[in-house]
């Protein structure tokens, strides 16, 4: 079979390399892809942007496509599901009706609400002054986030009432986010550990993927402004098996009930995005309509099954026949990106022998944003590679990872060094 991937990103990269593994398929295209899909054996990069839905469509029929996976949320949001199943073209992912859970923070808390959903507690507001009033009638810290898509760059935790009154602005009047930034939602900030747990459906049957956890944050300790995401690992040790079976009872069935109450049936990935206290109670941070980036790097990392028939599963209503199989092992990546990054990046940083860092085996990087110029690799984005490893523990894990990181000249690009932190301390309070 042929597999089209959709996306240029370390996502993308993550998902053709492990769709290329499958017996089942012949080969991989990825429109646009990158530098790093361009090198992947079996797989070819296609000169079509992830948001020109009727190109893709073309595309899918001129190269007899038999299964088309979305990596982006835009694609999603903006319907693209729809178009080629109206076209009869097999495309996993929700519909434009179901994404909107990620392209409307808005209506997604509203959603959450209606069903009795744990979530922090929230208000909307389009208007300046009404959205600073509530802001000094509230206790600090409070969380602002852009209603629409942002890049994984729309939210502010504010804790004084100078960065809140800055983050309104910055949203309603300045529309640093252009049109998702029209309405905003203020929330309460919710204490715990974040995790990220995602879900593979067809609406009826569910199948839990691996737990992971993420660093938002840009600098160590989780502090800094947001970005896409500075390194991910897998699995998260907060989410056991009590906290799973209450993910799954409280948070992901209402959610797919709700949907299919009004009318809507949720296909392809769910991502919860999870804040979980010291009880082990879970409420919803956010939604996705796709995996996550840079969760997914290591998530393809572990997963031993065959990724085009989970797919398949989920198109054809089949997914109770199903089963996920995972390594054992902890995969743990590290993202490094362009100096500057999340605000304005240096483009076209010189980047050094990346395969070189993957001799050692356990190891793969996955680019993002990369691209090759005159014969030689060069940044193109502000998260540009995903160096991923996998150990016997979290430790290992990251040590492969880091080893590999500092092998290698990467001047222009900055990184965490504390990724997997969390995980890494509870290794050492089990063993002390």
Sequence with gaps: ???????????????????????????????????????????????????????????????????TIVGPEQPLVDGIVDRFSESGLRCFGPDKAA?????????TKAFLKKHNIPTAAYETFSDVAEAKAYLRGHKLPLVIKADGLAAGKGVVIATTTEEGIEAIESMLTEKRFGDAGTEIVIEEFLEGEEASFIVITDGINTLPMATSQDHKARDNGDRGP?????????????????????????????TLDGLAAEGIRY??????????????KAKVLEFNCRLGDPETQPLMARLRSDLPALCDAVIDGTLDRVNADWDTR??????????GYPGDYTKGVALPDLEALDAEGDVKTFHAGTAMVDGELRSSGGRVICITALGETAC????????????ANF??????????????????????
């Design 1 to 67: 079979m042929k597999v089209l991937i959709i996306g240029g990103g370390g996502r993308e990269h993550a998902i053709a390399w492990r769709c290329a593994q499958s017996p089942r398929v012949s080969e991989v295209l990825v429109a646009p892809g990158n530098a790093g899909t361009a090198a992947e054996h079996r797989v070819r990069n296609v000169p079509v942007g992830a948001g020109d839905i009727e190109s893709l469509v073309k595309l899918a029929k001129a190269e007899a496509v038999d299964l």
């Design 99 to 107: 994404s909107q859970l990620e392209g409307s923070k808005a209506y």
């Design 226 to 254: 947001n970005t896409g995401g500075m390194g991910a690992y897998s699995p998260a040790p907060v989410v056991d098996d009590d906290v799973a079976k209450h993910v799954m009872k409280d948070i992901i069935q209402p």
């Design 267 to 280: 296909r392809g990935f769910l991502y919860a995005g999870l804040m979980i206290d010291a009880q082990g």
């Design 330 to 339: 902890v995969a743990l990546g590290i993202v490094l990106a362009a100096d």
């Design 396 to 407: 290992e894990a990251a040590e492969r990872a880091y080893k590999a990181t500092a092998s």
């Design 411 to 432: 001047d222009g690009l900055f990184y965490r060094d504390d990724i997997g932190y969390r995980a890494i301390e509870r290794e050492r309070r089990a063993r002390s």
